[in-house]
């Protein structure tokens, strides 16, 4: 008995460990004219598409607006929660992404692309965010229908479900 056990664990052990890696969804660099906004008096972000940009306190919502970096771990571990969010909720709220600190335009479209980003990218080529949005990343904005920032969430998002339980607290989305 206790070597079927031990057959057994081994078994399920070696099994779990496989040697292929899942294909990567393949992202898109998206065009920021899908952005809701209204009218500002702010700074405009360079789109990540090279398209005219758009301030970021024009964004009305339902919308979550999260600043990242390509070299934040944190940053590419939410990344696959908030892809699997906006499966289920790009109808209904809008994902936009504040890239900061970043080399150049090129090395993050390069890392949206190969990391299943789906969503529209604002660049923030010189920092300009830096007061706005503090000096840590990854941070996400929640802002609601007139525009208004209703929660601030410091740190990584650790799973989709978490995202859409803040999305219906903030937001009332469900």
């Known amino acids: 008995m206790k070597k079927l056990l031990i057959f057994a664990l081994s078994l399920i052990t070696l099994t779990g460990c496989s040697l292929t890696q899942p294909i990567p969804i393949k992202g898109e660099v998206v065009n920021c004219a899908s952005i809701k906004v209204k009218t500002s008096t702010g700074k405009a972000l360079d789109c990540l598409d090279g398209t005219a940009?758009?301030?970021?306190?024009?964004i009305v919502g339902p919308a979550l607006i999260n600043v990242w970096g390509s070299w934040c771990e944190p940053c590419k571990q939410e990344l696959p929660h908030f892809a699997h969010f906006l499966a289920q909720y790009g109808d209904r709220v809008q994902l936009i992404g504040v890239d900061v600190e970043e080399k150049?335009?090129?090395?993050?479209?390069?890392?949206?692309?190969?990391?299943?980003?789906?969503?529209?990218?604002?660049?923030?080529?010189?920092?300009?965010?830096?007061?706005?949005?503090?000096?840590?990343?990854?941070?996400?904005?929640?802002?609601?229908?007139?525009?208004?920032?209703?929660?601030?969430?410091?740190?990584?998002?650790?799973?989709?479900?978490?995202?859409?339980?803040?999305?219906?607290k903030y937001l009332g989305v469900k």
Not at 53 to 58: K, M
Not at 107 to 128: C, E, N, Q
Not at 133 to 141: A, H, I, L, S
């Open 104 to 168: 150049s335009p090129a090395v993050a479209r390069k890392f949206v692309t190969t990391h299943g980003m789906t969503w529209p990218i604002l660049y923030d080529a010189d920092g300009s965010t830096r007061g706005k949005f503090g000096m840590g990343v990854p941070v996400t904005w929640f802002v609601d229908a007139s525009g208004t920032v209703v929660h601030k969430k410091y740190g990584p998002f650790h799973s989709p479900e978490e995202i859409q339980l803040d999305v219906i």
């Open 53 to 58: 940009g758009v301030a970021v306190d024009s």
